[in-house]
Antibody, heavy 115, light 107 residues
Framework: EVQLVESGGGLVQPGGSLRLSCAAS????????MNWVRQAPGKGLEWVSY????????YYADSVKGRFTISRDNAKNSLYLQMNSLRAEDTAVYYC????????WGQGTLVTVSS | DIQMTQSPSSLSASVGDTVTITCRAS??????LNWYQQKPGKAPKLLIY???SLQSGVPSRFSGSGSGTDFTLTISSLQPEDFATYYC?????????FGQGTKVEIK
């Protein structure tokens, strides 16, 4: 069974940093592209970042470019999102999702940016 | 960026109805269009990929059609568990973009 489990969310002050993790199981992680997608409270879905299966190709939404860094460790079946210079508008549930079609999603982890 | 526009934003329907949601892309995305269902407090679930391919395990009452710029999600014989919010998403070019969502409510 495919499972994606996010962790690392929490309350952080504006300008602070957080590192999200996504632990994958039930499939060959190293063969799949991965994404981070977020959803602000009461709002729609917003794609955040993409990483290819090898990690050689990476894309970001303009809203996070220069502040967020996506990475993966295929030996540990894990995906990461390093979030720096956090802003109030980054407050959201962050999901990791498998493949370009986002065929499987984790349960999400809540990031709250507030003083 | 490619803009995805869904209509309607919300609709009310009864169990057994057929529901149609449309999604329009601001430029041609071939068939790189996915549909998701999201229930409150839950992660989205992929229903349709590549515009018309049914994801494994998804009931056959869900169907998708279209290519280029205009796409449709149809739910035949609406069931109680189908009341949710539906999103389209293009995976043709980054940034992948989502429609604003269509909330399907009980009439």
């Amino acid at each position: 069974e495919v499972q994606l489990v996010e962790s690392g969310g929490g309350l952080v002050q504006p300008g602070g940093s957080l590192r999200l993790s996504c632990a994958a199981s039930g499939f060959t992680f190293s063969s799949y592209e991965m994404n981070w997608v977020r959803q602000a409270p009461g709002k729609g879905l917003e794609w955040v970042s993409y990483i290819s299966s090898s990690g050689s190709t990476i894309y970001y939404a303009d809203s996070v470019k220069g502040r967020f860094t996506i990475s993966r460790d295929n030996a540990k079946n894990s995906l990461y999102l390093q979030m720096n210079s956090l802003r109030a508008e980054d407050t959201a549930v962050y999901y990791c999702a498998r493949d370009r079609s986002c065929d499987y999603w984790g349960q999400g982890t809540l990031v709250t940016v507030s003083s | 960026d490619i803009q995805m526009t869904q209509s309607p934003s919300s609709l009310s329907a009864s169990v057994g109805d057929t529901v149609t949601i449309t999604c329009r892309a601001s430029l041609s995305i071939s068939s790189y269009l996915n549909w998701y269902q999201q229930k409150p407090g839950k992660a989205p679930k992929l229903l349709i990929y590549a515009a018309s391919s049914l994801q494994s395990g998804v009931p056959s009452r869900f169907s998708g059609s279209g290519s280029g710029t205009d796409f449709t999600l149809t739910i035949s014989s609406l069931q109680p568990e189908d009341f949710a919010t539906y999103y389209c998403q293009q995976s043709y070019s980054t940034p992948w973009t989502f429609g604003q969502g269509t909330k399907v409510e009980i009439k």
